[in-house]
């Protein structure tokens, strides 16, 4: 099992920046991925960003050249630093990691609020 503790969110204005950050306690040897999925009010669930265990990173395009994913192994950390926020980009962040061999994300942090006022 692997424990996923978000934190970093709040209220933001258009333009600004913001750091999410998620510590992952547990079988960490078994996770071969983290990332960040986004829920807003009304939508479904979609991908933000994720990294693997290698370094390879890929984005969502509503965020790409903004968002910045990173691993941190030593502190078991994986962080998002959101620039140049938009309105559109309030939403509860997730935090999640994908098992090895599984090919999907199988545990999720509690969610944190991100809301950007315009």
């Known amino acids: 099992q692997v424990q996923l503790v978000e934190s970093g969110g709040g209220l933001v204005e258009a333009g600004g920046s913001l750091r999410l950050s998620c510590v992952a306690s547990?079988?960490?040897?078994?996770?071969?991925?983290m990332g960040w999925f986004r829920q807003a009010p009304g939508k479904q669930r979609e991908l933000v960003a994720a990294v693997t265990s290698g370094g390879r990173t890929n984005y969502a395009d509503s965020v790409k050249g903004r968002f910045t994913i990173s691993w941190d192994n030593a502190k078991n950390t994986v962080s998002l630093q959101m620039n140049s926020v938009k309105s559109e980009d309030t939403a509860v962040y997730y935090c999640?990691?994908?098992?090895?061999?599984?090919?999907?994300?199988?545990?999720w942090g509690q969610g944190t609020q991100v809301t950007v006022s315009s």
């Open positions: 999640t990691a994908m098992p090895s061999g599984r090919g999907k994300y199988e545990y």
């Open positions: 547990g079988s960490i040897f078994s996770i071969n991925a």
